[in-house]
């Protein structure tokens, strides 16, 4: 059988091993006055395609058609959580904020550098400072090169009793009102500052809610109890007057399924499991200087609150939830560390065939997911690189 040649400049279309490319007529548009036939093939160079000075067409018959130069992408689900907030100097302080989480998808051109930055947690105020508030967490940061940048908002510190009344930080998750007696003053509740962030690669939601508010005791017995820190999914819970009094819950983080129960167990921590949920996110519970109960941390890594006459530090946020330290009763002298937010995270849940690749300084897990191992999951426990 006779093989057909292309002449001249042009390869043998048969050829094999020969890194020649087959040239393909050039110029302006197809003259007008000419008749173009189905399946013919041209290059435009009046036109341009992405970076290309040019375009390859093809005739359908009717009119001629573009090849576009496409960049590849890749979408992944993402999980970001700001630092939780820490604990002030008081009697009975409020809960620590949690940091404001952030989730959706991005679709991101592939080969695309992201910075990410993980917040920490704010640390459990050291000042000997009477009526100080709590320290605030860090943003944490998902920084897209040539793009969007997309922020989680720490979480506000923890109130002070006999503070000026404001003064509670407010954050992704605003701090829990320090609790007051009497004539004395109340820092009042933190806000909720997290907000949605919109991009060209993506919308991700915020979740955020204040803190909870004192609404003052009126019994010796039962003063200066602190209320609950604002947690990712509810807000915190006001200090009780009766029955108890009771110093205020954390917020509950929000539910997600970025990762499964055995993944946050291995990677994480079995303490953000609850009922078959995952939680992220929750709010620090209030202290009491009283007999009485102390505030529960919200599900998500939110800490306890402490009670009783002893200076007692708060129980820490859990690390990479975001969660807001506990308050630490009496906590006006002798403690280095009232309560400590739990540190940021930044979780990426991707097909294993669009995996890219992560780099960081510190600690990146990565692994199979156990629910679905045709997605890879990367959890970002320091600040580092991912590349789409």
Not at 46 to 72: C, D, I, R, Y
Request: proline share 3%; aromatic share 6%; hydrophobic share 30%.
């Amino acid at each position: 059988m006779a093989l057909n040649k292309v002449r001249g400049e042009m390869v043998d279309l048969n050829s094999t091993g020969n890194t020649k490319a087959l040239k393909m007529p050039s110029g302006t548009a197809f003259p007008s006055g000419e008749n173009a036939v189905q399946g013919m093939i041209r290059n435009d160079s009046s036109q341009e395609s992405a970076t290309s000075t040019s375009v390859m067409q093809h005739f359908n018959g009717q009119n001629w058609k573009n090849f576009v130069n496409l960049t590849p992408q890749a979408t992944f689900e993402v999980l970001m959580a700001g630092g939780g907030g820490g604990i002030g100097t008081a009697a009975g302080p409020g809960g620590g904020g949690a940091g404001g989480i952030l989730t959706g998808s991005l679709t991101v051109d592939k080969g695309t550098q992201i910075a990410i930055t993980v917040g920490d947690g704010g640390s459990g105020n050291v000042s000997q400072t009477y009526a100080t508030v709590g320290v605030s967490g860090d943003d944490t940061v998902l920084a897209i090169s040539g793009g969007t940048t997309y922020t989680a908002d720490g979480g506000g510190g923890g109130g002070a009793n006999n503070s000026t009344l404001g003064s509670t930080p407010s954050g992704g998750s605003g701090g829990g009102s320090g609790g007051y007696y009497g004539n004395s003053t109340q820092s009042g509740q933190g806000l909720a500052t997290q907000t949605n962030q919109n991009g060209n690669e993506g919308n991700l939601t915020g979740h955020g809610n204040n803190g909870g508010a004192t609404a003052g005791v009126g019994n010796p017995c039962c003063a200066y109890t602190g209320a609950g820190g604002g947690g990712a999914g509810t807000a915190g819970t006001s200090a009780a007057n009766s029955p108890g009094p009771y110093a205020g819950s954390g917020g509950d983080g929000i539910i997600s399924t970025i990762l499964s129960t055995s993944d946050v167990t291995t990677y994480i921590s079995a303490s953000l499991v609850d009922g078959g949920n995952v939680y992220f996110g929750g709010g620090g519970g209030g202290a009491t200087p009283s007999q009485y109960a102390a505030g529960a941390g919200g599900k998500g890594g939110g800490g306890a609150g402490a009670s009783g006459a002893s200076p007692t530090a708060g129980n820490n946020g859990i690390d990479y939830s975001g969660g807001g330290a506990g308050g630490g009763n009496n906590s006006v002298t002798g403690l280095s560390n009232r309560g400590t937010g739990g540190k940021g995270v930044v979780i990426i849940r991707v097909l294993e065939s669009s995996k890219g690749t992560a780099a960081s300084s510190g600690t990146v897990e990565s692994f199979l997911a156990s629910d679905n191992n045709n997605f890879r999951i990367f959890i970002f426990k320091d600040s580092g690189t991912y590349t789409v």
